[in-house]
């Protein structure tokens, strides 16, 4: 089991940059593959970005490729979300996840089985 706890969540500019994190504890993090998710108000919870266990590949949703980056240090057991030219439609709670040990990499969200409690990124016009 892990346990997963994002930070670095805030309000920003549209156009602006923000680096989410999520730190995880418990079984050995590079056994996991990791996702983030988003979910806006009175929406459903949506794909944002997926990695491998050991990094070296990764996925996106299309309304961020291109802007957004996952990445992972398997050392620090921290997943990354660096953001860019943030819009407002960018603007939700995001989750980072992780399905049971051993699953491979997926943008399915019944897939993942632990979840962290989620941080705030509001984008202003």
């Known amino acids: 089991q892990v346990q997963l706890v994002e930070s670095g969540g805030g309000m920003v500019q549209a156009g602006g940059s923000l680096r989410l994190s999520c730190a995880a504890s418990g079984r050995a993090f590079s056994d996991y593959a990791m996702g983030w998710f988003r979910q806006a108000p009175g929406k459903e919870r949506e794909f944002v970005a997926t990695?491998?266990?050991?990094?070296?590949?990764?996925s996106y949703a299309d309304s961020v490729k291109g802007r957004f980056t996952i990445s992972r240090d398997n050392v620090k057991n921290t997943v990354y979300l660096q953001m860019a030219s943030l819009k407002p439609e960018d603007t939700a709670v995001y989750y980072c996840a992780a399905p049971k040990a051993g699953v491979p990499s997926d943008r399915w969200i019944s897939r993942y089985a632990y979840w962290g409690q989620g941080t705030q990124v509001t984008v202003s016009s």
């Open positions: 990695i491998n266990r050991g990094g070296g590949s990764t």
